[in-house]
């Protein structure tokens, strides 16, 4: 018996790790834009598929994404072409070398077979610029909309990212390699060295994410930004760019855990979507703005999640998602008092 | 006579109607499809009006195609009566999921209503032993009353269709309603809506779940035509695309959900035709699905809707004839306390925004409340109009103690917004028929089935009184929100005389007003006072002030700091030095 508790609690913090880095992307999008971005998840898929085609050789999908992304950037900011040529074409030139960057940079990854490591970082440069992209196409336009134009609007993405996927990679899986292979029994419980990965590589995203945000210039405007928009444009920061920096490095974090989620259950195109609503049930927990408690949920949900899974597994997403009544119910009792 | 906009709606209904006798019959499925998703859509369409969403609106339609063909299927009772049963039963779990969910504010709803709609259909699949899991059951009896089984389709179709263009119809009276004024409050109006009566929470629970019930509708019809039933047709990405059915429709009429639906669903078949050509397969169309939904909400977030209505003859106005709602006479029986504040303080955090603010208003008063900026005059305001609680003191209104929010008008106190509080759509006349709200109590049913028509004229007659009678009479059916500022504030005082008020609370009003309009207004305000209407006035302009009120409370620093006639309080050197400082060093 404490054996299958010791495999659910190590079962449960792992799924928990990969949660929290959604929930970090999650209320990093959502305090800087206000969006409440259900397409999150997408970008889980899209840096575990981008791997998954780099480990086997092969050209990524993505690269075509990030370069279409590129052209229609530039197309759509035609206008500002006919009032100063010279921004213009400082402005197009470096959409123009950042694609034959990645173009380079995967050619090259793809030469040298670089290990896992390396390539999860080709893979991340791939992915989080379309973070950026998405941004620029469909919140930059409309800064003022209410909420749920926001939602609504990432649900769109989420179809055509997802759907993108599909065209892509097609409906298979793909087996995805993990940084260390095996794993290392503690006590009677077997734990990958990917749970390692993970546990490592979450906790070095939250404290990257937290130095980033205390101690550089450019984080203080991120949560300058995240405080008072208004605010923070009066003092000159410019949030339209904090805001498209707060989804690249949302898309970042959401990659890297789809990176270290594949080797543990393969990679396919639908498997983000889920992946980030349980970000959102746990981040709910902490309203999407407060991190730390974000973090307590997301623990809560992995753990029920794995709990579920060997108790009732067809019941599993049906408890999960039930999750989220009693932490609204008791978010909102916590708000009152607040409000009082 | 009908109006050619009711022709022109009938004909279309006709020709609807009919096209499942026309089409060949493996178009009639697509079409009977088009009327079922139709039926939801319109439903969303009032969410979105109510400034509401949801993403699991799949789930409600399963939640009825489950509920009656499982009960169907195991008991052999007529479909038609399971139908009621299930549809019955998610109105019950929708108003138990929305009295949960919709106190939640803002970005939590979404979240709410995706968490449940996944939860729900994760169900229809786990609970192998009843629903039959993923692979479904089959067997489904057709709809049947009295054992008389509806089993052709393209009669089936046609009932779809009917029971659709009933939907659109009750909906679209239900938008010239008392309730449908209402629900136009709903989407940021909250102050607003508080102030004239509503209650938001039981309103939004009643739009949720009529809006579940069309879904739990379609859901059945959609089962007892398919005679077949699986989780797939009730996943989110239904939802979804029900979603972009609303949206594409747009939430400016019940039509457009109708609209939606068959631009839609004739989008994903011509895809489907272009992608098998292509060789390609799967669910592809959603690639274009999501561009489509996201290009609507950047270039026209009111849908298709306001581009078909550009070439529709006008809608008939309804009728406003006759005498309006009866008017209290006021006693002049003045002297009589009609609200008292007793040591009101409130604090914010670490700033005592008031502190031990006595006062009254006496029947038939005219008092004035100034002070410079800061003072706290709007917060004092605020508490009055039970918008906000004090942290210590109370407050009582007619002897008794303050009601909570939506109450304050019903014991006949009305105000006005220092910023104006007008639904911009909404013609003049529709928003000062808002302030009938509290005297009138058609509620959602009987605006639906136009069982108003009395009470609506009678709402609407005060509203056309009170607008001629502050000199507006001729701007009744413009769009409100077209009227300059200046008018709209005086809209905002018929408004608020709408709802018969014995107190009337004024909050700025001739802020931003030219001076002619100023004269109306002061003309107003004698007229109303002559009525014995007890008048707070919250107001910057001093001239105005100094000429109308009878009596000027002065704050300074969240404290009362002179009480009395204008011509003592302009005298009053504690007065003088709140205004033009200089004093204020000498007494500190």
């Known amino acids: 018996m404490s054996d299958t508790i010791l495999f659910l609690l190590v079962d449960g913090l792992t799924n928990g790790l990969v949660y929290a880095l959604l929930a970090l992307s999650l209320v990093l999008v959502f305090t800087v834009t206000r969006v409440v971005n259900i397409a999150q998840g997408e970008y889980v898929m899209l840096g575990a598929l981008t791997l998954a085609d780099l480990l086997q050789g092969r050209m990524p999908g993505t690269l075509y994404l990030l370069i279409g992304g ?18 213009a074409s400082l402005y197009t030139g470096g959409l123009i070398v950042a694609g034959i960057v990645a173009l380079a940079l995967t050619r090259g990854a793809l030469a040298l077979h670089l290990p896992v490591i390396g390539m999860m970082v080709v893979a991340l440069i791939l992915v989080a610029p379309l973070g950026a992209l998405i941004y620029r196409f469909t919140v930059h336009p409309i800064p003022n909309a209410t909420t749920i134009v926001f939602v609504i609007i990432s649900v769109g993405v989420s179809m055509s990212v997802q759907g993108l996927g599909l065209l892509i990679w097609g409906a298979n899986p793909y087996p995805v390699d993990p940084i260390a292979a095996g794993g290392l029994m503690m006590g009677p419980v077997f734990i990958p060295y ?17 130095l980033f945000s205390e101690f550089t210039l450019v984080g203080k405007a991120l949560q300058a930004s995240a405080m008072n928009r208004l605010g923070a444009q009066f003092c000159g920061i410019p949030v339209n760019a904090t805001g498209a920096l707060a989804f690249l490095l949302a898309a970042a974090f959401s990659a890297i855990s789809g990176m270290l989620l594949a080797p543990l259950i393969t990679a396919n195109y639908e498997m983000g979507f889920m992946v980030g609503l349980k970000g959102f049930v746990g981040g709910a927990m902490g309203g999407l703005i407060d991190y730390p408690l974000s973090l307590v949920g997301v623990m809560i949900v992995g753990g029920l999640e794995s709990t579920s899974a060997y108790v009732a597994s067809a019941y599993r997403d049906v408890l999960v998602f039930s999750l989220l009544i009693p932490i609204l119910l008791w978010r909102n009792t916590r708000s009152r008092v607040e409000a009082r | 006579m009908m109006s050619a906009r009711a022709t022109l709606a009938l004909i279309v209904s006709v020709a609807l109607l009919a096209v499942p006798w026309v089409l060949p019959s493996f178009y009639v499925g697509i079409f009977a499809y088009a009327g079922i998703y139709a039926l939801v859509a319109v439903g969303l369409v009032l969410l979105l009006q109510a400034g509401q969403i949801s993403l699991g609106q799949g789930a409600f339609m399963g939640l009825g195609a489950y509920g009656s063909a499982l009960v169907a299927r195991a008991y052999g009772v007529d479909t038609l009566v399971t139908l009621v049963l299930s549809v019955s039963a998610t109105a019950l779990v929708a108003a138990l999921i929305g009295f949960i969910t919709l106190r939640l504010r803002g970005h939590y709803l979404p979240l709410a209503t995706l968490a449940y709609g996944i939860a729900l259909a ?48 009750g909906l679209s009276r239900l938008r010239t309603s008392r309730t449908g004024r209402a629900i136009a ?16 929470t039981v309103l939004r629970v009643k739009v949720f779940v009529f809006s579940a019930v069309l879904a739990a509708l379609a859901g059945a019809l959609y089962v007892h035509l398919l005679r077949f039933v699986s989780p797939s047709p009730f996943s989110l990405l239904t939802s979804f695309k029900l979603l972009i059915m609303a949206v594409v429709g747009g939430p ?36 274009v699905f999501g561009v489509i939904l996201v290009v609507m909400l950047l270039k026209w977030p009111q849908g298709l809707w306001p581009a078909v209505e550009r070439f529709l003859p006008k809608p008939t106005l309804r009728s406003r004839a006759g005498e309006g709602l009866a008017r209290t006479v006021l006693t002049e029986n003045r002297g009589e306390v009609l609200l008292r504040l007793e040591s009101i303080g409130i604090r914010f955090g670490g700033l005592q925004a008031l502190e031990g603010i006595d006062m009254e208003l006496r029947r038939g008063e005219f008092v004035g409340l100034i002070g410079p900026n800061g003072a706290g005059k709007t917060t004092l305001f605020s508490i009055i109009s039970g918008l906000q609680r004090q942290t210590t003191g109370r407050v009582t209104l007619f002897g008794e103690p303050l009601p909570t929010g939506h109450d304050i008008v019903r014991r006949g106190m009305a105000r006005t917004f220092q910023h104006v509080q007008l639904i911009p759509e909404m013609s003049v006349i529709e928003n000062v028929a808002l302030g009938a709200y509290c005297r009138t109590d058609a509620g959602f049913l009987r605006g639906l089935f136009a069982l108003d028509e009395h009470e609506n004229r009678q709402a609407l007659a005060s509203a056309r009184a009170a607008l001629e009678r502050v000199g507006l009479g001729a701007e009744a059916d413009l769009a409100a929100g077209s009227l300059p500022l200046g008018k709209q504030r005086i809209v905002e005082i018929a408004r608020a005389l709408v709802a018969d008020p014995q107190i009337l609370l004024l909050d700025e009003p001739a802020a931003g007003l030219r001076f002619s309009e100023k004269l109306t207004l002061v003309k107003i305000l004698r007229q109303l006072q002559a009525e014995n209407v007890t008048i707070l006035l919250v107001e910057h302009d001093m001239e105005l002030v100094m000429g109308c ?8 620093r969240g404290r009362i700091i002179a009480q009395g006639s204008p011509k003592d309080v302009q005298a009053n050197p504690a007065v003088i030095s709140a205004y033009l400082g200089g004093g204020r060093d000498k007494a500190a």
């Open chain 2, 252 to 287: 400016m009429s019940a039509a457009g959900g109708v609209i939606g639906a068959l631009t839609l669903e004739s989008a994903q078949w011509t895809l489907q035709d272009i992608l098998a050509r292509w060789g390609l397969s799967g669910n592809l169309e959603v690639i």
């Open chain 1, 194 to 210: 990917q749970s390692f990965a993970i546990l490592v590589t979450a906790l070095l995203a939250m404290g990257g994410l937290y």
């Open chain 1, 70 to 87: 590129l052209a229609l950037c530039a197309i759509l900011d035609v206008g500002r072409w006919r009032r100063d040529w010279r921004q």
């Open chain 2, 549 to 556: 009120v009878e009596r000027l409370v002065v704050l300074d």
């Open chain 2, 122 to 169: 994760s169900v229809f699949t786990a609970w192998h032993e009843v629903t039959g899991g993923a692979s479904g059951l089959d067997k489904i009896p057709p709809l049947s009353l009295f054992g008389f089984a509806l089993t052709d389709d393209r009669l089936y179709t046609q009932l779809i269709w009917a029971i659709t263009l009933l939907a659109v119809l």
């Open chain 2, 185 to 200: 409050t709903l989407e940021g109006h909250d102050g607003l809506a508080q102030a004239f009566g509503i209650d938001t």
